[in-house]
């Protein structure tokens, strides 16, 4: 039973904007760190950023400076601000608690 539902995907010019979402049951998200995975074609899954619920952020190198997490506990959701987007930021991208497992994930798609 998926218990994070991701969205907010979509189709992008290099450059361009996008903002994720992922819901999460609130029993999850008031105590486990939620994050934000990817895997692009052929490739491992890889982390790109997490925030805990004290709202302490890591984020991965590539993205650093271009994708924000954050957190809106009156909605139970976790964002992905990706901002400059690249071609090289094609992905699904997952949404991941250690006490729910993974969503269903939401394509990024960069392309001109």
């Known amino acids: 039973q998926v218990q994070l539902v991701e969205s907010g995907g979509g189709l992008v010019q290099p450059g361009g904007s996008l903002n994720l979402s992922c819901v999460a049951p609130?029993?999850?998200?008031?105590?486990?760190?939620l994050a934000w995975y990817r895997q692009a074609p052929g490739q491992h899954r890889e982390f790109v950023a997490n925030?805990?619920?004290?709202?302490?952020?890591f984020t991965a190198n590539p993205v650093k400076g271009r994708f924000t997490i954050s957190r809106a506990d009156a909605d139970n959701t976790v964002f992905l601000l990706m901002n400059n987007l690249k071609l090289e930021d094609t992905a699904m991208y997952y949404c991941?608690?250690?006490?729910?497992?993974w969503g269903q994930g939401t394509q990024v798609t960069v392309s001109f």
């Open positions: 925030i805990t619920p004290g709202g302490h952020v």
């Open positions: 609130a029993s999850i998200f008031r105590v486990d760190t």
């Open positions: 991941y608690a250690s006490s729910a497992g």
